[in-house]
């Protein structure tokens, strides 16, 4: 079961979670709404590629990514998303587009959108798309050390004539 190497890992580090477990949902907005959690507390991973280089860029699940502003953030040559392809062997314990945010378990730079770190505490898919781990966003910073960037798409707002 792919949650298991997840919970070891986080068992071993003497820290706090909850594990949910949904029926199978396949995206981030459709996940949120079976567990109950808001899509802005939902974080979701989408595997880059950044100078030929694979790394974890990790957002609330309401928002989408601007592969620009995260270009500029990190100083990127060249940035784009990875395909499955390219990285599905890369999490040999995980279900494809399940991955958690831990890419210190599996050699990846790590970067999260600044406004996931605001929150109190943070939900991920946890190697599945049947379970989610909840923690505090304080021991997933300690335990992960990603770089927290801004490069959530701005929403554009419409205005009435």
Avoid: W
Wanted: with cysteine; proline share 5%.
């Amino acid at each position: 079961m792919p949650v298991t190497t997840l919970k070891s890992f986080l068992d071993r580090q003497h820290t706090r979670y909850v594990c949910i477990s949904h029926s199978p949902a396949y995206t981030a907005q459709g996940i949120a709404a079976l567990a109950h959690i808001p899509g802005g507390q939902l974080a979701k991973t989408v595997i880059v590629k950044i100078d030929g280089v694979l790394a974890m860029a990790v957002l609330p699940a309401s928002s989408q990514i601007d592969l620009n502003k995260l270009k500029k953030a990190v100083g990127a040559s060249v940035l784009a998303l990875a395909t499955e392809a390219e990285f599905r062997d890369k999490f040999p314990d995980c279900e494809t587009g399940a991955m958690p945010p831990f890419g210190n378990l599996y050699d990846m730079q790590v970067y999260v959108e600044e406004a996931l770190a605001k929150d109190e505490e943070i939900a991920f898919n946890a190697g599945s798309h049947r379970d989610l781990i909840r923690l505090s966003y304080a021991d997933f910073e300690r335990l992960v050390s990603p770089l927290v960037l801004n490069f959530a798409a701005t929403k554009s707002r419409k205005t009435a004539a």
